[in-house]
């Protein structure tokens, strides 16, 4: 494999690649991963390569370690994002766990002819400018103390019948920062004693802020075949843009 890079600074030691998750921008590419031969060979060299930043999490009901993204018609549940090829707005992955893992990566095996690019942000890039206004500061307190539902999306349930729900602050010092609006409008839906007029409002002006400034602001990574992003969950969002080719194929894994 040949030295990372990350927003165009060579990386060529792993610690490097720590070094800017942890306490640079939250987020990284490593290019040249190699991904010809079989699949279940490929993510095996991928699981290794994820494992040297914690123990790789199993998703849900299926167990599996390294998941599949792209597009499914195959399936009779409400489809997550990683499971179609529409837009997947800002957010951070299995915001919905107790402790949603750490880091997240992304192998891309086929990217999309068109579309599909990434978009990565750093939390505290996103804080910093919502914070500039009264409105955002308002919303940051209340991100901060209020406790809000995050309900398990139908893929990833064990038990259908009682859908989990964690109850967390968005912005977490203990557990990390956490955003998905979708799981949360959810989670509003099962618990409507937690949807008070404050918890509504700041997370509807925060969502808008996200949307508007990803308009303004959105730097897109059309990431190539063995291309790897990583991102530390607790400290970048990502998004990706809408795509309609159906052989687009990634592997992803997260890590405790
Ligand atoms: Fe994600």
Redesign the pocket.
């Given at each position: 494999m040949s030295a990372a890079a990350a927003h165009g600074v060579a990386l060529a030691q792993p610690s490097d690649l720590r070094e800017e998750l942890d306490r640079g921008t939250g987020w990284a590419v490593v290019k040249g991963f190699t991904v010809s031969g079989p699949l279940e060979e490929v993510s095996r060299r991928f699981e290794h390569f994820s494992h040297q930043f914690g123990p790789v999490s199993r998703h849900g009901q299926s167990g599996t370690t390294i998941w599949k993204i792209t597009p499914r018609q195959d399936i009779e549940h409400l489809p997550t994002?990683?499971e179609t090829a529409s837009e997947?707005p800002l957010?951070?992955?299995n915001s919905w766990a107790p402790h949603p893992e750490k880091y997240?990566a992304l192998l891309v095996v086929r990217p999309a002819d068109k579309g599909g690019d990434s978009i990565v942000f750093s939390v505290d890039e996103a804080l910093e400018t919502f914070g500039r206004s009264l409105v955002g500061r308002r919303a940051i307190c209340l991100m901060r103390q209020l406790n809000y539902p995050f309900a398990t999306p139908d893929v990833f349930e064990t038990n259908m019948s009682k859908r989990a729900v964690t109850i967390a602050p968005i912005i977490d010092p203990s557990r990390g920062f956490r955003f998905r609006y979708d799981v949360i409008q959810a989670g509003f839906e099962l618990l409507p004693r937690l949807a008070t007029a404050e918890a509504l409002w700041a997370v509807e002006v925060f969502n808008h802020f996200l949307n508007s400034w990803v308009e303004r602001k959105a730097n897109k990574i059309h990431l190539e075949t063995g291309d790897i992003l990583i991102s530390n969950n607790h400290r970048a969002l990502?998004a990706?843009t809408p795509f309609t080719d159906c052989s687009r194929l990634l592997l992803?894994a997260r890590m405790a």
């Open positions: 994002f990683s997947a957010h951070t992955d997240m990502h990706r992803r």
